[in-house]
């Protein structure tokens, strides 16, 4: 017997959402069993829709994107995650990925390769635009023996830009107390307990991709000891 894959659509785009619902309803594969604006609804629908594969942007306003993949993947990990969205953003793309997305397409080139690249998830394979596998590549060019995860390397670099708890957690549209669990496994990884020796180390140890260090020179100053503690806890990187 010939099983159609269960698929839930959320995307706060009306129009383009429609549009994908017409090209994917073409597929005999594929069988389009709800659709939402939003994620907070999708979570509450997903016992009832049983969903193989989510099709998803990631820009909500009750909850974001990455929050909403975390939860899914958590309690229903073989459910098929693939974001087709415009946020190019090297840290929101890194966050989606690790957040558990199976795939990660353009909304304005994903049409052509859309069927195909359904297919390449039903294979067990992880669709990617190639400006967003680059994305994925370049993050990994970092030390050979990093303990960090692509998550919390992606926290450690926020927080190398000054970033806070809060500001962390709305940058990545995840929870205060997620971006606080981030860091304070960070700090365990590295073995430090302050987020200046953290910067330090990642800086020693190549922990972020070399292309990223010119962003983070305040630190750079402060870890070579050109900057005091005093200077920089006035400065814009002063912890909330």
């Given at each position: 017997?010939?099983?159609?894959?269960?698929?839930?659509?959320?995307?706060?785009?009306?129009?383009?959402?429609?549009?994908?619902?017409?090209?994917?309803?073409?597929?005999?594969?594929?069988?389009?069993?709800?659709?939402?604006?939003?994620?907070?609804?999708?979570?509450?629908?997903?016992?009832?829709?049983?969903?193989?594969?989510?099709?998803?942007?990631?820009?909500?306003?009750?909850?974001?994107?990455?929050?909403?993949?975390?939860?899914?993947?958590?309690?229903?990990?073989?459910?098929?995650?693939?974001?087709?969205?415009?946020?190019?953003?090297?840290?929101?793309?890194?966050?989606?990925?690790?957040?558990?997305?199976?795939?990660?397409?353009?909304?304005?080139?994903?049409?052509?390769?859309?069927?195909?690249?359904?297919?390449?998830l039903?294979?067990?394979?992880?669709?990617?635009?190639?400006?967003?596998?680059?994305?994925?590549?370049?993050?990994?060019?970092?030390?050979?023996?990093?303990?960090?995860?692509?998550?919390?390397t992606?926290?450690?670099?926020?927080?190398?830009?000054?970033?806070?708890?809060?500001m962390?957690?709305?940058?990545?549209?995840?929870?205060?107390?997620?971006?606080?669990?981030?860091?304070?496994?960070?700090?365990?990884?590295?073995?430090?307990?302050?987020?200046?020796?953290?910067?330090?180390?990642?800086?020693?140890?190549?922990?972020?991709?070399?292309?990223?260090?010119?962003?983070?020179?305040?630190?750079?100053?402060?870890?070579?000891?050109?900057?005091?503690?005093?200077?920089?806890?006035?400065?814009?990187?002063?912890?909330?």
């Amino acid at each position: 017997m010939f099983f159609r894959k269960r698929v839930v659509l959320v995307d706060r785009d009306e129009p383009f959402q429609n549009v994908l619902k017409y090209v994917l309803s073409s597929l005999d594969k594929i069988l389009i069993v709800n659709q939402y604006a939003e994620c907070a609804d999708a979570l509450k629908g997903l016992d009832r829709d049983q969903p193989d594969i989510i099709i998803m942007d990631i820009d909500f306003v009750f909850l974001k994107g990455p929050e909403f993949i975390s939860r899914v993947k958590k309690k229903y990990p073989r459910i098929d995650i693939l974001v087709i969205s415009d946020y190019t953003d090297e840290d929101i793309v890194l966050n989606v990925i690790g957040s558990g997305a199976s795939g990660f397409l353009l909304k304005q080139s994903c049409l052509p390769q859309l069927a195909e690249s359904i297919d390449n998830l039903m294979r067990g394979g992880a669709p990617l635009d190639p400006f967003i596998a680059r994305i994925v590549i370049s993050a990994h060019h970092t030390g050979d023996s990093s303990p960090l995860s692509s998550q919390e390397t992606t926290v450690l670099k926020l927080m190398m830009k000054g970033l806070t708890y809060r500001m962390i957690a709305d940058e990545l549209g995840i929870a205060k107390d997620t971006s606080k669990t981030h860091i304070k496994n960070i700090y365990k990884k590295l073995e430090v307990n302050t987020r200046a020796q953290a910067v330090s180390k990642a800086i020693a140890d190549r922990l972020v991709p070399s292309n990223f260090l010119p962003k983070v020179s305040w630190y750079i100053y402060y870890a070579l000891g050109l900057l005091s503690e005093e200077m920089m806890s006035v400065s814009v990187f002063t912890e909330l």
